[in-house]
């Protein structure tokens, strides 16, 4: 069985000492680790920010997209090769901003794939401007005198939009998030596991403190999460009390499980060649 350091390639990681990204990254191979999964089995796909730069630290099939753009690329793999455990990998920014049209479509496909948002409510990577998840009222680069819109709210839409499975973990606590992603990946269908990632250099206010004093647990609350109207409720509390743990999740066929040309054999296995397309890219010239 692969152990979790298998997961690791040569290159050493370039975030910021003390980073959110170190515990996810760590409860993310925990969880590969002990679902048994091998590193040829995995395939990812990550976009642009801190988290994007991940791609050259995993050891799996990997994927570097644009910004925004890891959802389709993961859909498309998965239909591919249904076989393979796919994870689409983004930030709050490219997930709910540039790739917010994917994540609202996707949802309802419900496509077999997990998708992990490192949500740290501002652009990292780019020294520090406001993003989808920003809180309002909150001081950025580019909200000087504060953020003036409302924060957009992931698992609401989520839920909302038909994903069938909804999560959220802190990455100050990687033992119950390596749990989560453990659900999430024997999950059939559409994952959202939005991850409290701070970002300890650009923003100065949600910090690992400001989550712990917040954060607490759903299934410490007898939660059900089968209630998809206490769900979407609970999915807006945010503020003084932030719920983690699996919001919602329902049983329901994929969208793989529908298309008869795939379902019992994957298009890898059938031998799709794929044509000359010489003739095709001549347009591009
Ligand atoms: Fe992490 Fe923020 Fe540094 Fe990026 S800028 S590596 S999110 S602490």
């Not at 370039?14 to 048994?36: D, H, V, Y």
């Not at 901003?97 to 992990?116: S, Y």
């Not at 406001?130 to 001081?139: C, F, L, N, Q, V």
Request: aromatic share 10%; net charge neutral.
């Amino acid at each position: 069985m692969a152990k979790p350091q298998d997961f690791n390639t040569k290159v050493t990681p370039t975030w910021c000492p003390g980073c959110g990204n170190f515990g996810l990254w760590q409860a993310f191979k925990e969880a590969l680790s002990e679902q048994g999964l091998e590193p040829h089995q995995v395939a990812m796909t990550f976009d642009i920010g801190c988290c994007g730069n991940a791609a050259n630290w995993h050891n799996l099939y990997g994927f570097h997209s644009l910004h925004g753009r890891t959802v389709p690329v993961a859909l498309g793999i998965k239909l591919t090769n249904s076989k393979l455990t796919v994870i689409a990998d983004s930030g709050d920014g490219g997930g709910y901003g540039e790739g917010g049209n994917h994540f609202l479509h996707t949802c309802r496909t419900n496509v077999d794939i997990t998708f992990v948002v490192h949500n740290n409510q501002i652009y990292g990577l780019t020294t520090g401007q406001a993003s989808p998840t920003t809180d309002t009222g909150m001081e950025t680069k580019t909200t000087p005198a504060g953020q003036i819109e409302q924060p957009f709210h992931p698992l609401q839409v989520a839920i909302a939009q038909g994903a069938t499975f909804v999560a959220r973990g802190f990455t100050g606590d990687t033992k119950h998030l390596k749990e989560i992603f453990k659900k999430a990946i024997q999950h059939k269908g559409f994952s959202l596991v939005d991850v409290l990632q701070p970002c300890i250099t650009w923003n100065k206010e949600n910090t690992f403190d400001w989550y712990r004093k917040r954060v607490y647990k759903l299934e410490d609350q007898n939660w059900d999460i089968k209630n998809k109207d206490q769900a979407l409720l609970k999915a807006g509390e945010w503020g003084q009390k932030i719920p983690i743990g699996v919001f919602y999740q329902e049983s329901r066929p994929t969208y793989g499980d529908k298309l008869p040309q795939i379902k019992d054999k994957t298009l890898i296995e059938q031998g799709v060649k794929v044509g000359d397309i010489t003739e095709f890219l001549e347009e591009f010239k």
